[in-house]
């Protein structure tokens, strides 16, 4: 299984990557962008089967890089994680097709249960 994990902040990235369960950091092959652009770049190379997306970043933001992948790709399932937890920030995520919005700070709690849901636990 092939993960992409995009975000502008390396602990970010280090962080979500660390509380992914073992079993799946161990057998996931994960690749790591740092803008909206590396994003869809990585998305149209390496077809994962999961995205975790920032929406904060350089160059172009994760709305954007959401947008445009799920313009072509209506299937791979794409979790947003972000601080922006304002209400329309979430809503505008979900109209566009993302499958879940994680609030970072509350990452531990939230991470399992949406990896549950998306069925890779
Ligand atoms: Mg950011």
Redesign the pocket.
């Known amino acids: 299984m092939k993960m992409l994990v995009v ?3 390396r602990m ?1 990235r280090r962080i979500l990557i660390g509380m992914l369960p073992e079993s799946l950091r161990n057998s996931a092959e994960i690749h790591q962008g740092v803008n909206g652009e590396e994003a869809v770049t990585l998305w149209r190379e390496q077809s994962p089967d999961l995205i975790f997306l ?4 350089p160059v172009m933001d994760g709305f954007d890089a959401l947008v445009a992948i799920r313009a072509q790709d209506p299937d791979t399932p794409i979790l947003v994680v972000s601080a922006d937890i304002q209400a329309g920030a979430v809503a505008k995520v979900m109209a566009s097709g993302a499958n879940g919005f994680i609030d970072k700070s509350k990452l531990t709690a939230e991470l399992h249960d949406h990896l549950k849901r998306l069925g890779f636990l």
């Open positions: 975000d502008d902040s970010a920032d929406l904060t970043m």
